[in-house]
Nanobody, 124 residues
Framework: QVQLVESGGGLVPAGGSLRLSCAAS????????VGWFRQAPGKEREFVAA????????YYGDFAKGRFTISSDNAKKTVYLEMNSLRPEDTATYYC?????????????????WGQGTKVTVSS
């Protein structure tokens, strides 16, 4: 099992940027797939992006392409989500999740461990 802790959320004006971090502890964390998801109040959970830690393959949800960048620092056991040109509709709680299988896709049920989330609010 991997414990995940997200950080970096906050209040930012439209057009601004934030970098979220997902720090892992516990078992070895070099072959997992790690995904970012988000959930706005009253809405379904939405896939944002994912990365494979041992081959750096990345995969993005359509809305995230060109604005968001996922990256990892395996030595620090941390995955980042750089978010630029933020919009009010990006307001949500952002969660990271880890898949021991190395899965890097949008299906949340294929991830094994989840963090508690970090809240992002984009003001108009």
């Amino acid at each position: 099992q991997v414990q995940l802790v997200e950080s970096g959320g906050g209040l930012v004006p439209a057009g601004g940027s934030l970098r979220l971090s997902c720090a892992a502890s516990g078992r070895t964390f070099t072959t997992h797939g790690v995904g970012w998801f988000r959930q706005a109040p009253g809405k379904e959970r939405e896939f944002v992006a994912a990365i494979g830690l041992n081959y750096y393959y990345t995969y993005y949800g359509d809305f995230a392409k060109g604005r968001f960048t996922i990256s990892s620092d395996n030595a620090k056991k941390t995955v980042y989500l750089e978010m630029n040109s933020l919009r009010p509709e990006d307001t949500a709680t952002y969660y990271c999740a880890a898949a021991i299988s190395g899965y890097t896709g949008p299906r949340g049920n294929l991830y094994d461990d989840w963090g508690q989330g970090t809240k992002v609010t984009v003001s108009s």
